[in-house]
């Protein structure tokens, strides 16, 4: 499967990478603008990504507006529910609020950091997106 | 999920929200037990509690949980829509119960940051079973509907969430950091960003100033200037931070403090303004319980004529306090009409208490202006002076009632306990008992709520173990009633009077008495002396149990002396009536409020006393020869043929240079429940407002003492424990 | 407020605020000192151990105070101008030490601070709560351990307690 992740944090890059490169392959963008760009290009060379990371505090487009950009560019190309690219923000702000409205902006899953590893490869297995 | 519930975690909030849905789940059940089945409001409830469960749980990935209330809304879903007749009702609740404590359980243990590790596959199989035998019923199911009604495909299939917890993420702490580097130090700012990356490994999260320590070489001069300050999120310990920072030879200082998060909100906001010193406000540990206020309309506080002029009267009455002084009526407070909407702020308990604090300082404040030695100049014109001091009286006075209306919480979640706590001991016990509750509307302080459930708890097990008897029994008694306990709350000259009454047994006298007669608690008396009232007084005394075998849920040997020990502490009482054959009834008899009490003030050799003022009945002057002396030392005062036992405290305490002559002093008749003794005192101070606090943990407790005060001169006083000194 | 640590570059001092009492001087960590107040009016506590004095009114916070002469087993001084009140904070308790007299803020290293010896010249019970021993300039002060005070009051509290309820039944 293909992977974006986009993380502006060295650190946490760092680990989403090592983490998720064994079940595919990987890009990765330090910020949110960077991110619907690769989104854009995978798309239009018809290589779209499986399954996105967005970090939520990040320069230039933060993670929701990423989201809501990527969700955006997908309703305007008419792709059907079912092929969206599966999103999880992955972030340390945890509050109830903030997790709502990135749900309701059309993510699939909100990640809390730090990462719980087991319960994000869980997640991904209900996603189908690993076995 | 209002705005309001902006800052809670979003595992908070799940815990919130399902706890609510349990509560309101077992109140359903409890309210339809004696129906036989649930109406269709209730099955839609309890589908939609199910169903919110199940959503919730399963964005939070808790499978167990998920699986289990899937398959109790599976059965909800099959009674919705298919209506079958005769579901065995009793058997139904019993599951929902188990469901109930089964996720219950479970949120216990997340709550205490262990995983939720539950297995429900047994209560599922069984629930399972039950859908089985419901759908078999052939007076219910249609056959068409046979087979689909397992999923509630009727719900609009929602698109999966997950929420993914971080790890540890509830244990982690909040740290402000402030590092000082010597002031020749070069690149302050790179030595700063050096610290900030160190702290990444551990951080979850990091904040600091000024903020621009890489991009602007001009921040060093900031940096050395006022420091570099370091807002962190993290699970580590404090001395683990250090050692990540304090790695430079050029730092002079680390300061790690703790902080609550909102102070680290704080820092995120403002990151630029410089933090405050971390005071002593900024250690606070952040979970702490917040308590729903209601937001009352001011204009339902009304106060009476007789209070407003309160202050008026105590001002001429200071001298003539002879008579006891009708206690006040607090809690005035309205219902808020139904219908209206309520907003609600929940607001941290800390901050009442300390709103609490200060309202009594307030009042104390007041206390020393008003009763200013500078006012007793003879022929001082006080005229507008009296006016504005009532006025201002009548404003802290409604302030006071402001607070307490703020911290009263209506007794209903405490009730409502009791109901599951009845239904699960009966039934455990094969007894077949009712639960009648009256007034659950009724509104006592926090701090005593959180006091009288266990009490309330023991009374209830034991009316329904040892109060009520078996079916068989009654049968044979020819007792035609259900057993039945009624637990009722009402407000009852200034006190709240919470009984718990049962049609059982009874207290026997016989048993009791000659219990009590092989403990020799009976003394030189006749057993024919004692009244009913204290012959049932001595099952609360500690290891005084009547039951011959001790049962799994009361009679563990701890028990009544522990209830009254609980209602106690909150200042109040437990009264026991009871006739043999018919029942018993146990009246806690507890005070509104534990902060602001009327006080009566006197001293003893140089030590000030204060005495709740409703207790004292009156004081009076008397001479050496109303006393009459016990050969073994015990005293008694004589007044107008009644006989007091008579306590002088300068010998109870061994206070040196108390007056010793009767006629010096002055005796006061403090009264508890039924029972009177005289105390012997030096002289009375006056009569004051008094915040009761308890005594500072150093000092042990002190027989007869109940806590301490300050006074209008700010001296301190200490507050005698009557209900102590009675049974001394 | 315990998690506040000052950490010393340069040279690993603490420091002690110093008094005297009994003819000695004592040193108590500055980190656990609040306030210095002088001797105010207290309200004795009747039943309560002999060296425990009083409360006394703290700005609205009832506090106990303590005589530490009394504690360490010596005649009791009367009060004099001199006389003041080392408000200390213990875990959550705050209590007043009441001691002859102030003398000031001492920085030791930890270098300086010797164990207590074992056979002591101090005969008196402060030795319980001495931790150790403190050269400053050739002067001597006997640093206090206050959470060691306080517990070990504490545990005589508890066995006071368990007493009296056993004279109580």
Redesign the interface.
């Given at each position: 499967m293909r992977i974006l992740i986009a993380e502006d944090?060295f650190?946490s890059r760092k680990f989403m990478l090592k983490f998720l490169s064994k079940y595919g392959e990987c890009d990765v963008t330090v910020d949110g603008m960077e991110a619907v760009d690769a989104f854009l290009m995978a798309m239009d060379a018809d290589m779209p990504y499986d399954l996105v990371c967005l970090d939520i505090m990040m320069p230039t487009l933060d993670g929701y507006q990423a989201l809501k950009a990527i969700r955006d560019i997908e309703k305007d190309r008419g792709i059907p529910e079912e092929e969206c690219s599966k999103i999880?923000m992955t972030t340390?702000l945890?509050?109830?609020?903030n997790?709502?409205k990135a749900?309701d902006l059309g993510?699939?899953?909100?990640?809390?950091?730090?990462?719980?590893q087991v319960?994000?490869e869980?997640?991904l297995r209900?996603l189908d997106l690993i076995s | 999920m209002g705005d309001d519930m902006i800052t809670e975690g979003m595992l908070d909030m799940f815990i919130f929200e399902t706890e609510q849905g349990l509560e309101n789940l077992e109140n359903i059940c409890l309210d339809s037990k004696d129906n036989g089945e649930f109406d269709d409001d209730h099955v839609n409830e309890i589908f939609r509690i199910m169903h919110t469960i199940k959503g919730a749980s399963a964005v939070m990935m808790y499978q167990n949980i998920t699986t289990l209330s899937h398959k109790l809304e599976d059965v909800f879903y099959y009674i919705r829509e298919n209506q079958p007749e005769n579901i065995p009702h009793a058997e139904l609740l019993d599951y929902i119960f188990e469901v109930s404590d089964f996720i219950s359980g479970e949120l216990e243990k997340i709550k205490n940051g262990m995983e939720s590790d539950g297995n429900a596959d047994d209560l599922i199989e069984q629930l399972d079973a039950y859908l089985g035998k419901i759908q078999g019923n052939p007076a219910g199911a249609h056959a068409g509907d046979k087979g689909t009604q397992a999923a509630p495909v009727s719900v609009p299939a929602e698109k999966p969430h997950f929420y993914i917890a971080p790890v540890a993420s509830e244990r982690s702490m909040f740290y402000l950091i402030d590092i000082t580097y010597s002031k020749n130090t070069d690149m302050a700012n790179i030595k700063a960003y050096i610290a900030v990356n160190a702290l990444k490994g551990i951080a979850e999260d990091i904040l600091f100033t000024p903020a621009d320590i890489i991009s602007n070489p001009e921040s060093a001069n900031v940096v050395l200037e006022f420091g570099f300050k370091i807002a962190l999120q993290t699970t580590a310990a404090a001395d683990e931070i250090m050692e990540l920072v304090n790695s430079s030879a050029s730092i002079e200082q680390v300061e790690i403090n703790e902080c609550t998060s909102e102070e680290f909100i704080d820092f995120c906001t403002d990151a630029e303004a410089p933090i405050s010193s971390a005071g002593e406000i900024l250690m606070e540990p952040i979970e702490q319980p917040t308590v729903l206020i209601d937001e009352q309309k001011p204009e339902t506080i009304v106060l009476t004529e007789e209070e407003k002029d309160t202050f008026a009267q105590k001002a001429k009455s200071e001298k003539d306090t002879g008579r006891k002084k009708a206690p006040k009526s607090p809690g005035k407070r309205t219902a808020v009409k139904k219908g209206e909407t309520q907003s609600f702020i929940s607001v941290n308990i800390k901050k009442m208490d300390l709103l609490m604090d200060l309202i009594g300082e307030l009042v104390i404040a007041q206390a020393v202006v008003l009763q200013n030695p500078d006012l007793q100049v003879p022929g001082l014109d006080l005229t507008n002076f009296q006016k504005s001091a009532s006025q201002l009286s009548k404003i802290t006075s409604e302030l006071q009632d402001a607070i307490m209306a703020m911290r009263m919480m209506p007794l209903k979640n405490t009730f409502q306990k009791m109901n599951r706590i009845v239904y699960d001991t009966s039934k455990k016990l094969g007894k077949d008992i009712e639960l009648e509750v009256v007034g659950e509307d009724t509104e006592v302080d926090k701090n005593i709520i959180e006091h009288i459930s266990d009490p309330l708890m023991h009374l209830i097990r034991n009316s329904v173990d040892h109060g009520i008897e078996s079916n068989e029994k009654r049968m044979e008694l020819g007792k035609t009633e259900k057993g039945k306990i009624i637990l009722e709350a009402k407000n009852e000259s200034g006190q709240v009077w919470i009984s718990v009454s049962d049609n059982g047994k009874g207290l026997k006298r016989e048993e009791i008495l000659a219990k009590a007669k092989s403990n020799g608690l009976l003394g030189n008396r006749s057993e024919k002396d004692f009244t009913d009232k204290e012959v049932y007084n001595f099952i609360t005394l500690p290891g005084f149990s009547t039951k011959k075998q001790v049962t799994e849920y009361s009679g563990r040997g701890v028990g009544m002396d522990v209830v009254v020990k609980n209602i106690q502490e909150v200042g109040g009482i437990l009264d026991i009536e009871s006739e043999e054959g018919k029942g018993s009834i146990m009246t806690m008899k507890i005070p509104l409020t534990l902060a602001i009490i009327d006080g009566m003030i006197f001293s003893v050799s140089g030590t000030n006393f204060v005495a709740a003022t409703n207790s004292v009945t009156e004081f009076i002057r008397i001479d050496e020869q109303q006393v009459i002396v016990e050969p073994d030392g015990e005293e008694y005062v004589m007044i107008r043929e009644n006989c007091y036992p008579l306590i002088r405290l300068n010998r109870f305490y061994h206070l040196e240079h108390g007056k010793d002559k009767m006629e010096d002093g002055i005796v006061i008749i403090l009264s508890h429940e039924d029972r009177k003794i005289a105390i012997f005192v030096d002289e009375l101070i006056g009569e004051q407002e008094i915040v009761v606090k308890p005594m500072p943990n150093y000092i042990k407790k002190v027989r007869g003492i109940s806590g301490c005060t300050q006074l209008g001169d700010g001296s301190i006083s200490l507050i005698l424990d009557i209900a102590g000194l009675v049974t001394e | 407020m315990e998690e506040k640590k000052i950490v010393n570059e340069q040279d690993e001092k603490e420091q002690f605020m110093t008094f005297q009492c009994c003819n000695e001087i004592y040193g108590i960590s500055l980190a656990s000192v609040r306030e210095i107040i002088g001797l105010q009016q207290y309200t004795s506590v009747p039943e309560t151990d002999d060296y425990i004095m009083g409360l006394v009114n703290l700005r609205g916070k009832i506090i106990p105070v303590i005589d530490v002469r009394i504690r360490f087993g010596q005649e009791p001084l009367e009060y004099n101008d001199r006389t003041s009140v080392i408000v200390v904070q213990v875990k959550d308790i705050v209590i007043g030490l009441i001691v002859d007299g102030i003398e000031g803020v001492a920085d030791i290293a930890k270098k300086d601070i010797l164990p207590p010896p074992s056979v002591s010249s101090l005969k008196m019970q402060s030795r319980k709560y001495v931790f150790g021993i403190g050269r400053v300039d050739g002067a001597v002060k006997l640093l206090l351990d206050p959470d060691k005070l306080i517990h070990d009051i504490e545990e005589t509290d508890l066995e006071q307690m368990s007493n009296t309820e056993n004279e109580v039944e």
């Amino acid at each position: 499967m293909r992977i974006l992740i986009a993380e502006d944090d060295f650190a946490s890059r760092k680990f989403m990478l090592k983490f998720l490169s064994k079940y595919g392959e990987c890009d990765v963008t330090v910020d949110g603008m960077e991110a619907v760009d690769a989104f854009l290009m995978a798309m239009d060379a018809d290589m779209p990504y499986d399954l996105v990371c967005l970090d939520i505090m990040m320069p230039t487009l933060d993670g929701y507006q990423a989201l809501k950009a990527i969700r955006d560019i997908e309703k305007d190309r008419g792709i059907p529910e079912e092929e969206c690219s599966k999103i999880i923000m992955t972030t340390a702000l945890n509050e109830g609020a903030n997790v709502n409205k990135a749900f309701d902006l059309g993510c699939v899953a909100y990640a809390g950091k730090p990462i719980d590893q087991v319960k994000f490869e869980s997640v991904l297995r209900k996603l189908d997106l690993i076995s | 999920m209002g705005d309001d519930m902006i800052t809670e975690g979003m595992l908070d909030m799940f815990i919130f929200e399902t706890e609510q849905g349990l509560e309101n789940l077992e109140n359903i059940c409890l309210d339809s037990k004696d129906n036989g089945e649930f109406d269709d409001d209730h099955v839609n409830e309890i589908f939609r509690i199910m169903h919110t469960i199940k959503g919730a749980s399963a964005v939070m990935m808790y499978q167990n949980i998920t699986t289990l209330s899937h398959k109790l809304e599976d059965v909800f879903y099959y009674i919705r829509e298919n209506q079958p007749e005769n579901i065995p009702h009793a058997e139904l609740l019993d599951y929902i119960f188990e469901v109930s404590d089964f996720i219950s359980g479970e949120l216990e243990k997340i709550k205490n940051g262990m995983e939720s590790d539950g297995n429900a596959d047994d209560l599922i199989e069984q629930l399972d079973a039950y859908l089985g035998k419901i759908q078999g019923n052939p007076a219910g199911a249609h056959a068409g509907d046979k087979g689909t009604q397992a999923a509630p495909v009727s719900v609009p299939a929602e698109k999966p969430h997950f929420y993914i917890a971080p790890v540890a993420s509830e244990r982690s702490m909040f740290y402000l950091i402030d590092i000082t580097y010597s002031k020749n130090t070069d690149m302050a700012n790179i030595k700063a960003y050096i610290a900030v990356n160190a702290l990444k490994g551990i951080a979850e999260d990091i904040l600091f100033t000024p903020a621009d320590i890489i991009s602007n070489p001009e921040s060093a001069n900031v940096v050395l200037e006022f420091g570099f300050k370091i807002a962190l999120q993290t699970t580590a310990a404090a001395d683990e931070i250090m050692e990540l920072v304090n790695s430079s030879a050029s730092i002079e200082q680390v300061e790690i403090n703790e902080c609550t998060s909102e102070e680290f909100i704080d820092f995120c906001t403002d990151a630029e303004a410089p933090i405050s010193s971390a005071g002593e406000i900024l250690m606070e540990p952040i979970e702490q319980p917040t308590v729903l206020i209601d937001e009352q309309k001011p204009e339902t506080i009304v106060l009476t004529e007789e209070e407003k002029d309160t202050f008026a009267q105590k001002a001429k009455s200071e001298k003539d306090t002879g008579r006891k002084k009708a206690p006040k009526s607090p809690g005035k407070r309205t219902a808020v009409k139904k219908g209206e909407t309520q907003s609600f702020i929940s607001v941290n308990i800390k901050k009442m208490d300390l709103l609490m604090d200060l309202i009594g300082e307030l009042v104390i404040a007041q206390a020393v202006v008003l009763q200013n030695p500078d006012l007793q100049v003879p022929g001082l014109d006080l005229t507008n002076f009296q006016k504005s001091a009532s006025q201002l009286s009548k404003i802290t006075s409604e302030l006071q009632d402001a607070i307490m209306a703020m911290r009263m919480m209506p007794l209903k979640n405490t009730f409502q306990k009791m109901n599951r706590i009845v239904y699960d001991t009966s039934k455990k016990l094969g007894k077949d008992i009712e639960l009648e509750v009256v007034g659950e509307d009724t509104e006592v302080d926090k701090n005593i709520i959180e006091h009288i459930s266990d009490p309330l708890m023991h009374l209830i097990r034991n009316s329904v173990d040892h109060g009520i008897e078996s079916n068989e029994k009654r049968m044979e008694l020819g007792k035609t009633e259900k057993g039945k306990i009624i637990l009722e709350a009402k407000n009852e000259s200034g006190q709240v009077w919470i009984s718990v009454s049962d049609n059982g047994k009874g207290l026997k006298r016989e048993e009791i008495l000659a219990k009590a007669k092989s403990n020799g608690l009976l003394g030189n008396r006749s057993e024919k002396d004692f009244t009913d009232k204290e012959v049932y007084n001595f099952i609360t005394l500690p290891g005084f149990s009547t039951k011959k075998q001790v049962t799994e849920y009361s009679g563990r040997g701890v028990g009544m002396d522990v209830v009254v020990k609980n209602i106690q502490e909150v200042g109040g009482i437990l009264d026991i009536e009871s006739e043999e054959g018919k029942g018993s009834i146990m009246t806690m008899k507890i005070p509104l409020t534990l902060a602001i009490i009327d006080g009566m003030i006197f001293s003893v050799s140089g030590t000030n006393f204060v005495a709740a003022t409703n207790s004292v009945t009156e004081f009076i002057r008397i001479d050496e020869q109303q006393v009459i002396v016990e050969p073994d030392g015990e005293e008694y005062v004589m007044i107008r043929e009644n006989c007091y036992p008579l306590i002088r405290l300068n010998r109870f305490y061994h206070l040196e240079h108390g007056k010793d002559k009767m006629e010096d002093g002055i005796v006061i008749i403090l009264s508890h429940e039924d029972r009177k003794i005289a105390i012997f005192v030096d002289e009375l101070i006056g009569e004051q407002e008094i915040v009761v606090k308890p005594m500072p943990n150093y000092i042990k407790k002190v027989r007869g003492i109940s806590g301490c005060t300050q006074l209008g001169d700010g001296s301190i006083s200490l507050i005698l424990d009557i209900a102590g000194l009675v049974t001394e | 407020m315990e998690e506040k640590k000052i950490v010393n570059e340069q040279d690993e001092k603490e420091q002690f605020m110093t008094f005297q009492c009994c003819n000695e001087i004592y040193g108590i960590s500055l980190a656990s000192v609040r306030e210095i107040i002088g001797l105010q009016q207290y309200t004795s506590v009747p039943e309560t151990d002999d060296y425990i004095m009083g409360l006394v009114n703290l700005r609205g916070k009832i506090i106990p105070v303590i005589d530490v002469r009394i504690r360490f087993g010596q005649e009791p001084l009367e009060y004099n101008d001199r006389t003041s009140v080392i408000v200390v904070q213990v875990k959550d308790i705050v209590i007043g030490l009441i001691v002859d007299g102030i003398e000031g803020v001492a920085d030791i290293a930890k270098k300086d601070i010797l164990p207590p010896p074992s056979v002591s010249s101090l005969k008196m019970q402060s030795r319980k709560y001495v931790f150790g021993i403190g050269r400053v300039d050739g002067a001597v002060k006997l640093l206090l351990d206050p959470d060691k005070l306080i517990h070990d009051i504490e545990e005589t509290d508890l066995e006071q307690m368990s007493n009296t309820e056993n004279e109580v039944e």
